[in-house]
């Protein structure tokens, strides 16, 4: 079993900046991809970011140069650096791993999520 810890959601104002992390522990083998997806109430969940384990980075139109995603191996976690926060950017913020298992079977794992608000 895995587990997906978040940390660093909460309430800033228009403009500000908020650091999402989120940790990966349990009987992982190897982390392929990990991202960051979020749903805003009334509306699907999208990707916002992914990073693959060799760091090749993809992320959303909509948060281009102003998020940016990084990851530390060594500690099987992802960050999410958030600049230039807008309202719309309002949403839980939920991380996702792709895990080979130590049986080398790949499975997808998400976090709990985390609220992001942003005020105008």
């Known amino acids: 079993q895995v587990q997906l810890v978040e940390s660093g959601g909460g309430l800033v104002q228009a403009g500000g900046s908020l650091r999402l992390s989120c940790a990966a522990s349990?009987?992982?083998?190897?982390?392929?991809?990990m991202g960051w997806y979020r749903q805003a109430p009334g509306k699907q969940r999208e990707l916002v970011a992914a990073?693959?384990?060799?760091?090749?980075?993809n992320y959303a139109d909509s948060v281009k140069g102003r998020f940016t995603i990084s990851r530390d191996n060594a500690k099987n976690t992802v960050y999410l650096q958030m600049n230039s926060l807008k309202p719309e950017d309002t949403a839980v913020y939920y991380c996702?791993?792709?895990?080979?298992?130590?049986?080398?079977?790949?499975?997808?794992?998400w976090g709990q999520g985390t609220q992001v608000t942003v005020s105008s």
């Open positions: 996702n791993a792709v895990v080979v298992t130590p049986s080398l079977i790949e499975y997808d794992y």
């Open positions: 349990g009987s992982i083998f190897r982390i392929n991809a």
């Open positions: 990073i693959t384990s060799g760091g090749s980075t």
